[in-house]
C-alpha cells in the first residue's frame, strides 16, 4: 500500500494570473516510509501537503492524480475529502502551536472533533491517555487550556490529535521550527516512533532543516520553484546527490567540528524565479552552475536513474547516457 501522486498541478489564483506553485509532481510512499520533503521558502512544500488534504481558494486544482492505498482521493471536493480527513489521511500543520481553540479546554476538544467523525469520546479515552504517554504528557492536559501548555507539550499534543484514528498518512510541516534543540530532537522521534508502532503507516515530513531528515527520514524528496528536482534514499541525498541544487543545499550546511576559520560556509548565488511567469526549460538554470543551452529551452523531465534515486537534470541524463 502507498501513496501514489501522478503529475499533480495546482495553482494559486491572483489577480494577475496563476501562480505555478506545485507544478507536475510525481512521486510514491511506501507503508512504513519516512519520506523527508525539503527545499527553499517559498518552493512549493506546504502547497504540496495542503493540496492533499485541504485544497481550498485561493489554491486551485489544475490536473493530476492522488491515490492512497488504492483508492482515489478526490483532493478536488472539499466535501467528499472530509470521509478522509483524519481518518486516512492527517496533518500536524505549520504552526501547530496555535492550531488548538484558545477558549475550549483540550478534553472538550478532542471530544468536539471525535464527535464530528462519529466515534465515541468515552470509548476512545483509554486510547487517548496511551498515547498521551507515549508523548509523556500528563493526563490532566485534558482539563487545562492550550494556553496552559508550553510549546512543546502544544506540540505534543497536536501530534496525538493528528494520529488519534490511525491514519495511512501523516503530514508533519515544519513542527521543529520553533522549538529548542532538545524539544526538537524528542518531537523527532516521537515521529519514528508513530510509524515504528504503526499509529501510521506513512509520514511525509517538511522542513528546512536536512539534519532532522538526515536523523529520522528513509528518503529525502528535493523541490525546486514547483517542481521536484530529486529523490533518493537519504544517505543517498546526503553523501551522494546528483542534482546541482541538492548539492548546493547539502554543502551550505555546517560540519560538526569544522571552524568558520577552515572552511567558509557558502550559499546558493542568485534567488528562485517568480513562479507567476516561471522561465522556460530548467528552472534551476540560471543558478545552476552547470546548466547549458538544452536547459533553457527544455524542461528535464523526473526519471529514476538507478533504483529509487529519481532526478530532473540535463547534465546527468547525460552522464548515465
Not at 53 to 62: A, E, G, N, Y
Not at 229 to 238: F, G, L
Amino acid at each position: 500500500m502507498s501513496l501514489k501522486v501522478k503529475n499533480l498541478k495546482v495553482y494559486y489564483q491572483t489577480l494577475r494570473g496563476d501562480v505555478k506553485a506545485l507544478d507536475g509532481a510525481t512521486f510514491t510512499i511506501e507503508d512504513g516510509e519516512i519520506m523527508g520533503l525539503a527545499g527553499e521558502s517559498g518552493c512549493g512544500k506546504s502547497t504540496l501537503s495542503n493540496s492533499l488534504i485541504l485544497l481550498k481558494p485561493p489554491m486551485r486544482f489544475v490536473e493530476g492524480r492522488v491515490e492512497l492505498d488504492n483508492e482515489e482521493l478526490p483532493i478536488w471536493d472539499m466535501e467528499k475529502m472530509n470521509h478522509f480527513r483524519f481518518k486516512k489521511i492527517s496533518t500536524i500543520p505549520q504552526y501547530a502551536m496555535n492550531a488548538m481553540n484558545p477558549i475550549r479546554k483540550i478534553g472538550k476538544m478532542v471530544s468536539e472533533i471525535l464527535k464530528s467523525k462519529k466515534v465515541d469520546y468515552k470509548s476512545t479515552l483509554p486510547e487517548l491517555k496511551r498515547r498521551l504517554d507515549l508523548v509523556e504528557l500528563s493526563h490532566d492536559v485534558l482539563n487545562m487550556y492550550p494556553i496552559e501548555l508550553s510549546g512543546g507539550m502544544k506540540q505534543r499534543m497536536v501530534m496525538v490529535l493528528s494520529t488519534l484514528m490511525n491514519p495511512s498518512l501523516l503530514m508533519a510541516d515544519e513542527i521543529t521550527s520553533a522549538l529548542d534543540v532538545s524539544t526538537q530532537k524528542a518531537v523527532a522521534k516521537m515521529l519514528v516512533e508513530f510509524r515504528n508502532r504503526e499509529l501510521v503507516k506513512k509520514l511525509m515530513v517538511i522542513t528546512h532543516d536536512i539534519s532532522i531528515l538526515y536523523q529520522i527520514a528513509d528518503s529525502i524528496m528535493i523541490m525546486y520553484a514547483g517542481k521536484l528536482a530529486e529523490k533518493a534514499p537519504t544517505s543517498v541525498i546526503i553523501n551522494s546527490p546528483r542534482h546541482p541544487y541538492t548539492k548546493l543545499l547539502i554543502s551550505s550546511l555546517p560540519d560538526i567540528g569544522v571552524k568558520y576559520s577552515q572552511r567558509k560556509l557558502t550559499g546558493i548565488p542568485g534567488k528562485p524565479p517568480l513562479l507567476l511567469d516561471p522561465p522556460t526549460g530548467c528552472r534551476f538554470r540560471e543558478r545552476c552552475p552547470v546548466a547549458f543551452q538544452k536547459c533553457l529551452n527544455e524542461e528535464p523531465p523526473f526519471m529514476e536513474i538507478k533504483k529509487g534515486h529519481f532526478i530532473a537534470c540535463w547534465k546527468e541524463f547525460e552522464k548515465n547516457a
